[in-house]
């Protein structure tokens, strides 16, 4: 029978980027669970090198879930352009270089489309429970749209204000974040992960 997180436990969210932290509590916190960023516990990040994003999930929650001694929840997301080839991708955190720069980062995905007319585009979350004892159990979410130009609205993060989910008129970055949380990447794998562990 698959491990459940019960009301009342410990959880250590595997990230350091804070707007993925605000995105995550507030799934988790309606179900009781006390939460903990690896932040706070002064968690390193670690390498993040696997090929996909259900990979580097699962080495960011085993990490933490090691280090801290509890249950850990890691994201791994990225945004997807189909004539990019899906690029960024896995490499979406790394096209904003260390200082995190997000406008350089959608100004180059921006470049990397000047010579089609293809703007298709997806965002992929995927999130991953893990244990002390190394068990983990993945779910991964999806959203489809388009890329826009120029980038639109202030809230959300990342590439946010240039993707503009299929049946949508604005952007992620235009969305109050109640109304993203219903719709986006992240939501969805919240879903299946909601379904299948939480009590």
């Not at 019960?6 to 990230?15: I, K, Q």
């Not at 350089?104 to 489309?113: E, S």
């Not at 939501?187 to 299948?196: C, D, E, G, K, Y």
């Given at each position: 029978m698959?491990?459940?997180?019960?009301?009342?436990?410990?959880?250590?969210?595997?990230?350091?980027?804070?707007?993925?932290?605000?995105?995550?509590?507030?799934?988790?916190?309606p179900f009781g669970l006390e939460i903990v960023s690896a932040g706070v516990l002064g968690l390193p990040e670690?390498?993040?090198?696997?090929?996909?994003?259900?990979?580097?999930?699962?080495?960011?929650?085993?990490?933490?879930?090691?280090?801290?001694?509890?249950?850990a929840l890691a994201d791994d997301s990225g945004f997807c352009l189909a004539a990019l080839d899906g690029a960024p991708g896995v490499h979406s955190a790394r096209w904003a270089g260390p200082e995190k720069n997000f406008a350089?980062?959608?100004?180059?995905?921006?470049?990397?489309?000047a010579a089609?007319?293809?703007r298709r585009a997806w965002f992929v979350a995927a999130l991953c429970l893990a244990w002390p004892?190394?068990?983990?159990?993945?779910?991964?979410?999806?959203?489809?749209?388009?890329?826009v130009w120029p980038p639109r609205g202030a809230h959300g993060f990342g590439y946010d204000p240039m993707f503009c989910p299929a049946g949508s008129t604005v952007?992620?970055?235009?969305?109050?974040?109640?109304?993203?949380?219903?719709?986006?990447?992240?939501?969805?794998?919240?879903?299946?992960?909601?379904?299948?562990r939480l009590g």
């Open positions: 698959a491990r459940r997180l019960d009301r009342g436990g410990r959880l250590v969210l595997a990230s350091h980027n804070p707007g993925k932290l605000r995105e995550i509590a507030a799934l988790v916190t670690p390498v993040e090198d696997a090929p996909d994003f259900v990979g580097n999930a699962r080495i960011k929650a085993l990490a933490a879930a090691r280090g801290a001694g509890l249950v350089a980062a959608m100004a180059r995905a921006n470049a990397g489309l089609t007319a293809d004892d190394g068990e983990t159990a993945s779910f991964l979410g999806r959203v489809d749209g388009v890329a952007t992620f970055g235009e969305m109050p974040p109640k109304a993203k949380e219903e719709v986006s990447h992240r939501a969805r794998a919240f879903a299946q992960l909601r379904a299948a």
